[in-house]
């Protein structure tokens, strides 16, 4: 199975700072016909289904707000809020769908400083 | 508006058995592969389970291999989870969710129904 590593478990961030949430794929997720990694990024709100933020690594999803952007460098992949506003507090996880069984990170909860 | 409903989770006793239901609205159904994805009280989330949009080829973790079987009807906008054996481990709140495109790896999850609680207790 591909292992999926979070880092940190969770951060403080100040409002308007920027937070760095960090993942690790535990072998290649990119994808043969398109070269682009099979990752995406979601944010989940207490008492809330997930939503996801970012797949293929970097594609935003439509509604989503820039300050969310992806970015990938080999099997090292990084969600950055680049100005932490306070409805963004919330569990982040990684997941990739590179290989079945799908995976997820174990997830990193962002707060207010 | 795209949207995921689910339905049948509830309290069952250790090797019971349970079928959830996601009923599903504002897209071409058959068009999507669908999931099942659960969370354990305060933990992180865990993928269960895949149904291409065709519904011929099904995917499962291997914590539910041979215990749950994932279905659906493309004419009746509808995806079904049949659980088996049920396991105290497997208390958690189930949601279902549609893949960006009608195969297991080609995208992630975009939509998200708010979940059913399947509790197993004695």
């Known amino acids: 199975d591909i292992v999926m590593t979070q880092s940190p478990d969770s951060l403080a961030v100040s409002l308007g700072e920027r937070a760095t949430i960090n993942c690790k794929s535990s072998?290649?997720?990119?994808?043969?016909?398109?070269?682009?990694?099979?990752l995406a990024w979601y944010q989940q709100k207490p008492g809330q289904p997930p939503k996801v933020l970012i797949y293929?690594?970097?594609t935003r999803e439509s509604g989503v707000p820039d300050r969310f952007s992806g970015s990938e460098s080999g099997t090292d992949f990084t969600l950055t809020i680049s100005s932490l506003q306070a409805e963004d507090v919330a569990v982040y996880y990684c997941?990739?769908?590179?290989?079945?069984?799908?995976?997820f990170g174990g997830g990193t909860k962002v707060e207010i400083k | 508006e795209v949207q995921l409903v689910e339905s049948g989770g509830g309290l069952i006793q250790p090797g019971g058995s349970l079928r959830l239901s996601c009923a599903a609205s504002?897209?071409?159904?058959?068009?999507?592969?669908m999931g099942w994805v659960r969370q354990a009280p305060g933990k992180g989330l865990e993928w269960v389970s895949t149904?291409?949009?065709?519904?011929?080829?099904?995917f499962y973790a291997d914590s539910v291999q041979g215990r749950f079987t994932i279905s659906r009807d493309n004419s009746k906008n509808t995806m079904w989870m049949q659980m088996n054996s049920l396991r105290p481990e497997d208390t958690a709140v189930y949601y279902c969710?549609?893949?960006?495109?009608?195969?297991?790896?080609?995208?992630?999850?975009?939509?998200w129904g708010q979940g059913t609680m399947v509790t197993v207790a004695s």
């Open positions: 072998q290649s997720i990119l994808h043969s016909s398109n070269n682009k990694n099979q």
């Open positions: 293929w690594a970097s």
């Open positions: 504002g897209f071409t159904f058959s068009g999507y592969a």
């Open positions: 149904v291409v949009g065709a519904g011929d080829r099904a």
């Open positions: 969710a549609k893949g960006r495109c009608g195969d297991l790896l080609c995208g992630a999850f975009d939509v």
């Open positions: 997941q990739q769908y590179h290989r079945s069984p799908l995976t």
